[in-house]
């Protein structure tokens, strides 16, 4: 359900491309270090963003390195670390723990079996440090499902619980900004989820497995379903712009306004749409 929140890399300047890598980089190398290497197999780009405005809204201090590691063995490459990027890489770890238990429970397959394994022996200290979003992740997804077993034809249900998610998961510390990055995730995940659901419509019609839109029983309607999005994303932006941002302020502009929307083409491209 990720792979949409992702920068458009072709309208990236070479420095701000560094940036982003060295985020990215930088959540993967924590990922190991207060997980396990295996655990960077459920590493996701989205996570570079979520570390992002993070540190654009409170600018912590920065650690940085240069080096090569087992995934890229060959060239050094540039990493950051802070608490921003440290709080991607747990969350993380967190999302990837409770997508393979979903995708073990929805299809058994024995891979995802063997993932939870792996992202489940780290989640107990996340989840001690972080209750409240490990406690969203859970009740939500567990809600999700309960949805999908109702076959439930309303996408704003299941999209709203996804949103509800995201909107725990902006949430590092409650301060002044929690209201507004609050909002902000909840329209985000909506943003995902409904994306999702139209990107998997023709895959899950084949499959015979749950789709909002496939419950709605109206057919493929992309003009009704692109309205959705255009919405959510216009919420998302909107609190977005509400947050005195500018350190790498012009790397998530180009993800929110630009990327996102490459995220669903490219999605549309595979599923030959």
Same mark, same amino acid.
């Given at each position: ?25 930088? $959540?993967?190398?924590? $990922? ?8 960077? /197999?459920?590493?996701? &780009?989205?996570?570079?963003?979520? +570390?992002? !405005? ?16 087992? $995934? ?14 440290? &709080? ?12 393979? /238990? @979903? %995708?073990?429970?929805? %299809? ?5 079996? +063997? ?8 989640? =107990? ?19 999700? @499902? ?9 996408? %704003? ?20 900004? =929690? ?5 902000? *995730? ?27 839109? !496939?419950?709605? *029983? ?7 379903? %692109?309205? &959705?999005?255009? !919405? ?24 929110? &306004?630009? *990327? ?14």
């Amino acid at each position: 359900m990720f792979g949409y929140v992702n920068a458009n890399v072709r309208e990236l300047t070479p420095e701000q491309k560094t940036r982003y890598n060295s985020v990215y980089c930088g $959540i993967c190398r924590q $990922i190991r270090l207060r997980s396990s290497s295996a655990a960077r /197999l459920g590493l996701r &780009y989205d996570m570079a963003f979520l +570390a992002l !405005l993070h540190m654009s809204l409170y600018e912590p201090e920065e650690t940085a390195g240069n080096r090569a590691c087992g $995934i890229h063995p060959i060239k050094p490459r540039p990493w950051v670390d802070n608490q921003s990027v440290q &709080y991607a890489a747990d969350m993380n770890v967190a999302l990837a723990y409770y997508k393979a /238990l @979903d %995708d073990w429970n929805d %299809d058994k397959k024995l891979t995802a079996k +063997a993932m939870s394994g792996v992202f489940g022996k780290h989640f =107990a200290d996340i989840e001690t440090q972080y209750p409240r979003q490990c406690a969203a992740i859970r009740e939500n997804i567990r809600r999700l @499902d309960e949805l999908e077993e109702e076959n439930c034809a309303n996408p %704003d249900e299941p999209a709203n619980c996804f949103g509800k998610l995201m909107g725990e998961l902006m949430v590092c510390q409650e301060d002044l900004w =929690a209201p507004t990055l609050r909002k902000m *995730g909840m329209a985000l995940g909506r943003f995902i989820y409904l994306a999702d659901a139209a990107m998997d419509y023709r895959r899950d019609q084949r499959r015979k497995k749950y789709n909002p839109y !496939l419950a709605m *029983g109206t057919g493929e309607d992309w003009q009704r379903w %692109d309205q &959705y999005l255009i !919405l959510a994303m216009a919420k998302c932006t909107q609190e977005f712009e509400k947050l005195p941002l500018v350190q790498d302020k012009d790397i998530l502009d180009n993800i929110l &306004y630009s *990327g996102v929307w490459c995220g669903v083409r490219r999605k549309n491209e595979e599923e030959g749409k």
